[in-house]
């Protein structure tokens, strides 16, 4: 089970729209703002061969203050003859939750989810990646490759954010994550 990775406040994150649809929830444009706070698990990477093609996950809980967004942060990796490639088509979905003294108080949603406040939560996650590209080898031989890996994630982070309410001005900024690669 990982640990907080790292907190980082005053995070501008980028297409939150992106973050939620990769983890299975969308957001409408009048519930998001900028985010303020993140906290991320520690990285862990599934489906990794022999040769090392590899999806790797750093799923960073994201807020407001309002709203409550995870980031899978996937990267998916190939490895060919003598080079890791990293995948431009890589993406991720799946659920997940986070509970504070064994209670469920946010889940992904399609509506959104409200943020529950400061305090230090554990996130888990089940998420699924895949991802494909096109490699070539030292004889000028080239082919796709395709990865598909994924399981459950599950530790500790702490938000520190107080729960804002929603203003008018609110409603024309959105909450940006790098849903896609890292």
């Known amino acids: ?11 501008a994150v980028a297409a939150v729209a992106v973050a939620f649809a990769a983890v299975g929830a969308t957001v409408p444009a009048s519930a998001a703002t900028v985010a303020s706070e993140q906290a991320c698990l520690a990285t862990k990477k599934f489906g990794r061969t022999s040769s090392g093609s590899r ?3 750093t799923p960073c809980v994201k807020t ?3 709203v409550i967004v995870l980031d ?16 431009k088509d890589c993406r991720a979905s799946g659920e997940w939750s986070l509970y504070k003294d064994g209670e469920r108080v946010a ?3 399609s509506r959104g989810t409200p943020y529950p406040g400061p305090g230090t939560y554990t996130l888990v996650a089940d998420l699924q990646g895949s991802g494909s590209g096109r490699m070539s080898n030292s ?7 395709q990865i598909s890996a994924g399981g ?4 500790t982070v702490t938000l520190a954010d107080p ?8 409603s024309r900024k959105r909450i940006r994550s790098s849903a896609g690669n890292r």
């Open 1 to 11: 089970m990982g640990k907080t990775a790292w907190v980082k406040p005053a995070v």
């Open 55 to 57: 999806i790797e996950f």
């Open 64 to 66: 407001d203050g309002k």
């Open 72 to 87: 899978p942060g996937v990267a998916c990796f190939a490895t060919g003859i003598s080079k890791v490639l990293r995948l």
């Open 107 to 109: 889940a992904s949603s």
């Open 139 to 145: 004889r000028g031989h080239s082919g796709n490759v």
């Open 152 to 155: 459950s994630m599950e530790g």
């Open 163 to 170: 729960v804002r309410t929603t203003s008018s001005s609110d």
